[in-house]
């Protein structure tokens, strides 16, 4: 499940929060900012008080870089997914059991981008190829 405030492309991760507490509730108009570990930055400076009012995210990469990743996951996943038309697609099976079958030939590209741009980055790479 993406966290809460998670921008496009980044990685986010809640045990990085470094406000006071460290739970990821801050209200800068109350004197409490919102701040994370090093290497991590807040997802937003919150003014009032909120349960997770904020998140702690790797920096975005730049647009290129993203868009480039995402391309070539989206090519390595529709080319695995029509390498393998005539296992899933030729006969009657559960919708789980084609889910499962797609999920292990997608883990290689999907995983990777997951890794770098975290999971709605996953999401679009995912989406494309597995809606044939």
Same mark, same amino acid.
């Given at each position: 499940?993406?966290?809460?405030?998670?921008?496009?492309?980044? =990685? @986010?991760?809640?045990?990085?929060?470094?406000?006071?507490?460290?739970?990821?509730?801050a209200n800068l108009a109350e004197?409490?900012?919102?701040? @994370?570990?090093?290497?991590?930055?807040?997802?937003?400076?919150?003014?009032?008080?909120?349960?997770?009012?904020?998140?702690?995210?790797?920096?975005?990469?730049?647009?290129?870089?993203?868009?480039?990743?995402?391309?070539?996951?989206?090519?390595?996943?529709?080319?695995?997914?029509?390498?393998?038309?005539?296992?899933?697609?030729? =006969?009657?099976?559960?919708?789980?059991?084609?889910?499962?079958?797609?999920?292990?030939?997608?883990?290689?590209?999907?995983?990777?981008?997951?890794?770098? =741009?975290?999971?709605?980055?996953?999401?679009?790479?995912?989406?494309?190829?597995?809606?044939?």
């Amino acid at each position: 499940m993406p966290a809460l405030f998670e921008p496009l492309g980044s =990685h @986010c991760d809640r045990s990085q929060c470094r406000d006071l507490g460290n739970d990821c509730m801050a209200n800068l108009a109350e004197g409490e900012p919102a701040a @994370c570990a090093d290497g991590y930055e807040p997802s937003t400076q919150p003014a009032t008080w909120g349960a997770d009012n904020f998140n702690c995210c790797a920096p975005v990469a730049d647009a290129e870089t993203f868009a480039l990743a995402l391309e070539q996951c989206i090519r390595e996943t529709a080319v695995a997914v029509s390498a393998t038309v005539p296992v899933w697609a030729d =006969h009657c099976e559960s919708v789980t059991a084609k889910t499962v079958f797609q999920r292990r030939q997608l883990n290689r590209a999907v995983d990777k981008l997951y890794q770098a =741009h975290g999971y709605q980055a996953a999401l679009w790479c995912a989406m494309p190829p597995t809606s044939i």
